[in-house]
């Protein structure tokens, strides 16, 4: 609800401060007088766009501010809380326009844009204008107002709930079945890739020990010499190294008991003798497991290069890594296997969504078809009750694909003059008669749907007398349970005011300007016997004031 309006410095006006009744409030004044300039103030704060001619003094800037009480509304909490703007039982809008043509925008005194600010708006107020016509245009708005009549939210609800998770598992179908398209594609490339890898059968870290082992049989007739070498000097040589050590050991034993220390040099050099024995031993050992064999040589080239040709294939340095290729080659492989049955199931599971929205999109479609008679006949009776006696409303209803809310399309159909010719709504009605017919549709449906403060300017165009009267007294009974602002021309909806505001121009410092005011009981009955009867209204148009404000 729209409890305060606070402008400063915009258009013709100075400075003003309009604080809302929470039901029906009105607001008169002579034409010209500044109530399109309020509108024009308040679609500031609702997100339009500005420019610096909207300021009367130039060298101050615009300030526009609404305060509204949301009640803890959930779809208000849900936005701010998307936004990390806090939430408070009392909101404020405002829009600050600077001399130099800079716009900024504010929720909670926190800066915004633009357009998220038109979004908030949405959500606060139903600002319905002559000549608008986007909620009549929008099919969304026209399903609702037939599910609000039709009681169908929670039908809806149970829908959404299987459709959302059909739309899902469609999805997660199609993937498995594209991911088939793309095994099947490279199922017979990856197939010989494996078959490849199996076939040359290499064991972890083989391509690296058969580097190794051909170095060693390529040496092998070097390696072979100077094992022989070492052999021959040790025990095979004229003076042997280990029959030396062994004569100078014997020569060294003549003359221990002359020095101690030779004890420990005799000892050493018979561990040395010992040790090189060992050494001679092991190297004639050793010298008879090598040996050139060309057999072996070629069965290792040819490993080498079949194995040297894959790891250059397949772009990797290792062993190992050919290994990972052909485990993971034969991973994808089994899941050609696999992804069959994924996809049988997740056909059974699709199928049987199907069935579900299937189900719950025809108790909807039939809630729908079984309030149509009822909407039209009460739609057409105020439409009649308002001053359209000739207008009649039409709805349509066409089965289409499956979306959020059903298999059907609903249209609204409008004939101004009982032509019998039915078209959509906004093709052929005139303003006034739109803007009518919205206030006969949402009296309708405001039980059902939860539609925030609603404003209507200057909807009463080209009616009077009854017509008027029974538009005045449809708005009243709306703002028994929301917050209704209007500007009217009607004498016959202004009496039915619970707050009755004028706008009037005065002269201020030789400058023109406009303000308002909230009438006292005594004022309204003479603003709206001047409606009546002109500016000195007669005691009859007084009375017949009186008489409307009752």
């Known amino acids: 609800m729209l409890t305060k309006l606070h402008i400063l410095n915009y258009a013709i006006i100075d400075e003003i401060e309009i604080n809302f009744s929470n039901k029906l409030n009105i607001i008169t004044g002579e034409t010209g007088a500044g109530k399109s300039i309020l ?15 909207v300021l009367l003094n130039k060298n101050k800037k615009c300030f526009v501010e609404g305060f509204f009480t949301v009640d ?75 599910d609000a009549l039709a009681n169908n939210f929670s039908n809806l609800n149970n829908y959404q709930t299987f459709f959302y998770q059909w739309q899902q598992a469609k999805e997660t179908l199609a993937l498995l079945q594209q991911q088939k398209n793309d095994f099947n594609k490279e199922a017979d490339y990856h197939q010989f890739l494996f078959e490849e890898l199996h076939d040359a059968n290499f064991k972890e870290n083989e391509l690296e020990e058969l580097d190794t082992e051909l170095q060693l049989l390529n040496n092998s007739e070097a390696i072979k010499n100077i094992l022989q070498k070492v052999y021959y000097e040790l025990k095979e040589n004229e003076t042997p190294v280990i029959v030396t050590i062994k004569q100078l050991i014997q020569q060294l034993n003549h003359y221990t008991h002359f020095h101690s220390s030779l004890n420990a040099i005799i000892d050493r050099l018979q561990t040395t003798q010992i040790e090189l024995q060992d050494i001679a031993e092991e190297t004639e050992s050793l010298n008879h497991t090598i040996g050139f064999d060309e057999e072996k040589i070629n069965f290792i080239n040819e490993r080498i290069a079949l194995g040297y040709k894959l790891l250059k294939k397949h772009q990797v340095k290792t062993t190992a890594e050919l290994l990972n290729i052909q485990a993971e080659l034969a991973k994808k492989l089994q899941n050609v296997l696999q992804i069959d049955d994924a996809i049988k199931t997740k056909e059974k599971e699709v199928a049987a969504l199907h069935i579900q929205i299937t189900t719950w999109a025809n108790t909807i479609s039939t809630a729908r078809h079984k309030e149509l008679d009822n909407l039209e006949k009460k739609v057409n009776q105020l439409l009649t009750q308002v001053g359209m006696p000739n207008a009649k409303l039409k709805v349509n209803i066409n089965e289409c694909v499956f979306n959020s809310f059903g298999k059907d399309q609903i249209e609204f159909l409008f004939d101004a003059n009982k032509s019998g010719q039915f078209e959509a709504v906004y093709k052929v009605a005139s303003g006034g008669e739109l803007s009518r017919l919205m206030l006969c549709i949402k009296s309708l449906v405001a039980e059902s749907i939860n539609l925030p403060t609603m404003i209507f300017d200057e909807i009463d165009t080209g009616i009077s007398g009854e017509a008027a009267k029974q538009v005045g007294i449809i708005m009243q009974q709306l703002a028994a349970k929301r917050q209704i602002i209007c500007i009217t021309h009607q004498p016959q909806i202004a009496g039915k005011a619970n707050a009755h505001f004028f706008v009037y121009k005065e002269e201020k410092e030789n400058t023109i300007t406009t303000n308002i005011r909230l009438l006292q009981e005594n004022e309204r009955v003479t603003t709206i016997a001047k409606m009546l009867g002109g500016e000195k209204p007669s005691s009859a148009a007084l009375a017949n004031a009186k008489e409307m404000m009752q």
């Open 72 to 146: 803890n509304n959930e779809w208000i909490k849900t936005f701010l809380t998307e936004q990390d703007i806090e939430f408070a039982d009392e909101l404020i809008l405002r829009r600050e326009i600077a001399a130099n043509g800079k716009s900024r925008a504010f929720i909670n005194d926190t800066p915004t844009t633009l357009n998220l600010l038109k979004q908030l708006a949405t959500l606060l107020v139903d600002l319905h204008q002559q000549f608008d016509t986007l909620a009549l245009r929008n099919n969304h708005f026209q399903r609702e107002v037939v």
């Open 39 to 53: 509108m024009g103030a308040l679609n500031l704060i609702l997100g339009e766009r500005a420019d610096t001619n």
